[in-house]
């Protein structure tokens, strides 16, 4: 009897933060699109926010602010968030790792995806970042799923995109909420320290190892099951 | 014979991160000003350095990019540091509660002090947004010691300008380097999460408690001896 082949691993990244050197420059624009409505929120709980469902920072900022923006606003603080980020993309840098990384992963006909938070229009000048084609790519934005992070939906679907049973699939994030994701999807959680969070918050959340960027993954990669 | 008289306790703060909520806005200044010399670093390994002396934060750039810029060089990017941030200076608010904490240590005459790893220049536009008159500050800067964090001279000189013996110090800062300067000083430290650290970083260098920001550390003062 021939022994059980087991599948390969598969990896499903966040964006933000997790690939691209962007966390930064959303934090400071949600900052200023909340300011411009008059909301102030001290600028590290908008970070420790991020990377979680539009939807859900709305929630979490009417209950620590008690102002509860009704559409219209809301319409117009997530819209100049946009403007704000883009104003300022062309002092976003893919991370160090990033494109040899996915290069690695894709000559090792090992199966990887991007699932972010993000809507598609503020996702594509960064995927641009990565030199990697966007056709190439399997990316799954917040536009495609009913519930973002820390719901599992988005690694869901990028796991079904790539037809990746969940039990073999690591899922790399540099929030918190990648990593609770990760867990109520049934994957295996990988912190990154490139988007400003603290190993043990990654830790507590359910990381099962934390690297410091993707240039630290690719030199660590045959560890976490990265090869055919 | 009388009960001994303890001394109480004085507090020595951190200024970016701590009172203001400016670290976010000088961590993209560096970013920027690094990146016009053509040095290229992710963001929150600047994040991971402020609050740091800048000639140590120099010496890392240096190891970690393999850059060392001759004096010219570095005078330009802490030029253009300075002149980024003061642009963005109107994006800079007061941390939540840092007046009042400031206003209650006064009332109560608990000695109280800033020490920041800054330079005056800029930090005089941060001191001037927490509503106390300069004149009834006592304030330590870089200009004012010959080393800086993670080194103790700033704590200890604002110890010495307020008559209060280590011993009776508490120091309160957002990063790693506020709370090993603390340890060399043989102060107490305390963290605050405002700037944007974890709280096991905080707690792994030495923080003996964590508060939310200043407004937090209010709501706890008779817990850490701030009152007479």
Redesign the interface.
């Known amino acids: 009897m021939p022994a059980p082949q087991p599948l390969p691993e598969g990896f499903l990244f966040d964006l933000d933060?997790t690939l691209v050197?962007s966390?930064?420059?959303h934090?400071?624009a949600w900052?200023?699109a909340l300011?411009e409505e008059d909301i102030?929120l001290?600028?590290?709980r908008i970070?420790r926010r991020i990377g979680m469902s539009g939807g859900l920072f709305t929630s979490i900022l009417a209950r620590e602010t008690g102002i509860e923006p009704e559409p219209a606003r809301l319409a117009r603080i997530l819209r100049r968030h946009h403007e704000i980020y883009v104003e300022h993309i062309d002092?976003v840098?893919p991370?160090?790792g990033a494109h040899d990384l996915l290069e690695a992963l894709t000559a090792a006909r090992v199966p990887w995806a991007i699932a972010t938070s993000g809507r598609i229009e503020t996702a594509r000048p960064s995927l641009e970042l990565l030199g990697v084609p966007l056709d190439r790519m399997v990316i799954v934005t917040r536009d495609q799923v009913r519930h973002a992070k820390p719901d599992p939906d988005l690694f869901l679907a990028a796991a079904e995109r790539l037809g990746l049973p969940m039990h073999h699939a690591t899922i790399v994030g540099d929030s918190v909420w990648d990593m609770l994701a990760a867990q109520r999807a049934r994957g295996l959680g990988i912190g990154v320290?490139?988007?400003?969070?603290?190993?043990?918050?990654l830790e507590?959340a359910g990381a099962y190892r934390v690297f410091a960027?993707p240039a630290d993954i690719l030199a660590h990669l045959d560890e976490i099951g990265g090869r055919r």
């Open positions: 933060g050197d966390v930064y420059q934090v400071l900052h200023q300011g102030h001290a600028v590290w970070h002092e840098d991370l160090p320290l490139s988007g400003g969070y603290g190993e043990g918050e507590r960027d």
